[in-house]
């Protein structure tokens, strides 16, 4: 793994563990094993930081995607199930980038710089999402609904976990039929 991406992905960790106060270019260094100065040297700022981070989250869910669903979606029922599959990854296996995203979510809100980094990645994620939903018969339309919805799913189920959590009724509403 070369280093700018040990750097990032340990910062998504990070981050993800102990929030947006918890992430210091010392902590990363730190948690990475590399020599004091090393993320600084990278990514000078704190910004220069955080927008490869959300630039590497968005990645790390169209991975995380692949992984989940390896071939093409052939409609309704096969969407639903990739995206119970895709939520309960999110949620339990890769709980830190799920967390470090949201993290990245509520830093944007005062963060101009942040808030156009992880605007990028989104038009990104909705170019390839919208090319899957399409492959599965869904109008590009309700590709928004779908993304929205899922980040409340997420979101609460990370922030309010409740057991025995079962996202396919949810996931059933939203996705047009």
Known sequence: MARRELVVDTAIDVLGRSGMRGLTHRVVDRTAGLPEGSTSNLFRTRDALLGAVASRVAERDRELWRAVVPGRLTGRADLIDALAAWLDRALTAERNLTA??????????????????????????????????????????????????????????????????????????????
Not at 114 to 143: F, T, V
């Open 100 to 177: 470090a995203r949201y993290a990245l979510f509520l830093a944007a809100a005062d963060n101009p710089t942040l808030r156009g980094a992880l605007e990028q990645s989104r038009s990104g994620i909705e170019a390839w999402a919208g090319s899957e939903l399409a492959a599965a018969g869904l109008a590009a339309d309700a590709l928004a609904t779908i993304l929205d919805q899922l980040d409340g799913l997420l979101l609460h189920q990370l922030c309010f976990p409740r057991a025995g959590f079962d996202p396919r009724p949810s996931i059933e509403r939203i996705v047009p039929g």
